[in-house]
Nanobody, 117 residues
Framework: QVQLVESGGGLVQTGGSLRLSCAAS????????IGWYRQAPGKQRELVAR???????SYADSVKGRFSISRDNAKSTVNLQMNSLIPKDTAVYYC???????????WGQGTQVTVSS
Protein backbone atom coordinates (compact mmCIF):
# COMPACT_ATOMS: atom_id res chain seq x y z
CA GLN A 1 0.00 0.00 0.00
CA VAL A 2 2.25 2.78 1.29
CA GLN A 3 5.64 2.94 -0.41
CA LEU A 4 8.57 5.14 0.58
CA VAL A 5 11.56 5.81 -1.67
CA GLU A 6 14.64 7.65 -0.41
CA SER A 7 17.10 9.43 -2.68
CA GLY A 8 19.92 11.96 -2.53
CA GLY A 9 22.62 9.95 -0.79
CA GLY A 10 26.20 9.93 -1.95
CA LEU A 11 29.84 10.58 -1.09
CA VAL A 12 30.91 13.96 0.29
CA GLN A 13 33.91 15.39 2.10
CA THR A 14 33.90 16.58 5.69
CA GLY A 15 32.08 19.91 5.87
CA GLY A 16 29.97 19.23 2.80
CA SER A 17 26.20 19.05 2.42
CA LEU A 18 23.58 16.64 1.12
CA ARG A 19 19.82 16.85 0.73
CA LEU A 20 17.89 13.60 1.17
CA SER A 21 14.35 13.17 -0.14
CA CYS A 22 11.61 10.70 0.73
CA ALA A 23 8.78 10.23 -1.75
CA ALA A 24 5.60 8.71 -0.30
CA SER A 25 2.98 7.00 -2.44
CA UNK A 26 -0.39 5.60 -1.38
CA UNK A 27 -0.72 7.95 1.60
CA UNK A 28 -0.92 11.63 2.46
CA UNK A 29 1.64 13.17 4.78
CA UNK A 30 -0.97 15.33 6.50
CA UNK A 31 -2.09 12.28 8.49
CA UNK A 32 1.35 10.98 9.41
CA UNK A 33 4.42 11.48 11.54
CA ILE A 34 7.63 11.27 9.51
CA GLY A 35 11.05 10.36 10.86
CA TRP A 36 14.53 10.00 9.43
CA TYR A 37 16.65 7.20 10.90
CA ARG A 38 20.19 6.07 10.21
CA GLN A 39 22.19 2.91 10.79
CA ALA A 40 25.98 2.75 10.69
CA PRO A 41 27.89 -0.53 10.29
CA GLY A 42 27.86 -2.52 13.53
CA LYS A 43 25.45 -0.13 15.24
CA GLN A 44 21.74 0.01 16.01
CA ARG A 45 19.35 2.12 13.99
CA GLU A 46 18.85 5.55 15.56
CA LEU A 47 16.34 8.35 15.16
CA VAL A 48 17.88 11.42 13.53
CA ALA A 49 14.97 13.80 12.95
CA ARG A 50 11.18 13.80 13.20
CA UNK A 51 8.31 16.02 12.10
CA UNK A 52 4.82 15.63 13.59
CA UNK A 53 1.39 16.09 12.01
CA UNK A 54 1.30 19.59 13.49
CA UNK A 55 4.71 20.41 12.04
CA UNK A 56 6.75 20.21 15.25
CA UNK A 57 10.37 19.22 14.56
CA SER A 58 12.85 17.42 16.76
CA TYR A 59 16.43 16.24 16.28
CA ALA A 60 18.99 13.96 17.83
CA ASP A 61 21.60 15.83 19.87
CA SER A 62 24.33 14.69 17.48
CA VAL A 63 22.77 16.54 14.51
CA LYS A 64 21.17 19.60 16.12
CA GLY A 65 22.14 22.75 14.30
CA ARG A 66 23.38 20.82 11.27
CA PHE A 67 20.33 18.90 9.96
CA SER A 68 16.89 20.24 9.06
CA ILE A 69 13.75 18.23 8.28
CA SER A 70 10.93 19.60 6.13
CA ARG A 71 7.65 18.37 4.64
CA ASP A 72 5.67 19.16 1.50
CA ASN A 73 2.18 17.67 1.91
CA ALA A 74 1.06 18.61 -1.60
CA LYS A 75 3.98 16.76 -3.19
CA SER A 76 3.99 13.96 -0.59
CA THR A 77 7.71 14.40 0.03
CA VAL A 78 9.89 14.80 3.10
CA ASN A 79 13.41 16.21 2.95
CA LEU A 80 16.43 16.13 5.22
CA GLN A 81 18.96 18.89 4.63
CA MET A 82 22.34 17.86 6.04
CA ASN A 83 25.06 20.48 6.47
CA SER A 84 28.53 20.46 8.02
CA LEU A 85 28.77 16.71 7.56
CA ILE A 86 31.35 14.71 9.51
CA PRO A 87 32.58 11.11 9.10
CA LYS A 88 30.38 9.95 12.01
CA ASP A 89 27.35 10.82 9.88
CA THR A 90 28.26 7.94 7.55
CA ALA A 91 25.33 5.51 7.54
CA VAL A 92 22.35 4.22 5.62
CA TYR A 93 19.51 6.71 6.08
CA TYR A 94 15.90 5.49 6.22
CA CYS A 95 12.57 7.29 5.94
CA UNK A 96 9.79 6.16 8.32
CA UNK A 97 6.09 7.01 8.13
CA UNK A 98 3.64 6.47 11.01
CA UNK A 99 0.04 6.94 9.85
CA UNK A 100 -2.88 7.46 12.21
CA UNK A 101 -5.89 6.55 10.03
CA UNK A 102 -5.74 3.90 8.85
CA UNK A 103 -3.00 3.15 11.35
CA UNK A 104 0.30 1.93 9.91
CA UNK A 105 4.09 1.97 10.16
CA UNK A 106 6.20 1.99 6.97
CA TRP A 107 9.88 2.10 6.00
CA GLY A 108 11.82 2.97 2.88
CA GLN A 109 14.71 0.97 1.45
CA GLY A 110 17.39 3.40 2.62
CA THR A 111 20.01 5.54 0.92
CA GLN A 112 23.76 5.46 1.62
CA VAL A 113 25.55 8.54 2.93
CA THR A 114 29.34 8.45 3.14
CA VAL A 115 31.43 11.31 4.53
CA SER A 116 35.17 11.13 3.88
CA SER A 117 37.86 12.65 6.09
Amino acid sequence: QVQLVESGGGLVQTGGSLRLSCAASGSTLSNAIIGWYRQAPGKQRELVARITIGGFKSYADSVKGRFSISRDNAKSTVNLQMNSLIPKDTAVYYCNLQRLSPRGDYWGQGTQVTVSS
